[in-house]
């Protein structure tokens, strides 16, 4: 399994946690985070008909209201895999979110 790390910009600052499994193809990827602040896991999950584009959900372990869906687009390089997209959780303005995959 591969790993990295997972920036998300909430509350005017950048929030960075680790990626401690992630599993990423053209029709699907699959990333579990280890979220800092709170000691809990973020399990991501989305799916791909071009292999770039990337819609579907995020859902913290422990049952937070903070659950909701997230949009990326995925990048390839020589050093590993960037998801660079967005989360959107009801009631809330949409969040930037970047995922390094290696």
């Not at 997972?6 to 946690?17: I, P, T």
């Not at 020589?78 to 979110?97: H, N, S, Y």
């Amino acid at each position: 399994m591969a790993c990295g790390w997972s920036l998300c910009n909430y509350d005017g600052k950048w929030h960075e946690d680790e990626c401690v499994q992630a599993s990423i193809t053209d029709s699907k990827l699959v990333i579990e985070i280890e979220a800092k602040e709170d000691a809990d896991t973020i399990t991501v999950t989305a799916s791909s008909t071009d292999g770039v584009r990337y819609a579907g959900d995020y859902r913290y372990r422990e049952g937070s209201d903070s659950n909701g869906l997230v949009y990326f687009e995925r990048y390839q390089g020589p050093a590993g895999q960037t998801l660079i997209g967005e989360r959107r959780e009801v009631g809330r303005q949409p969040t930037r979110w970047i995922i390094k995959v290696t």
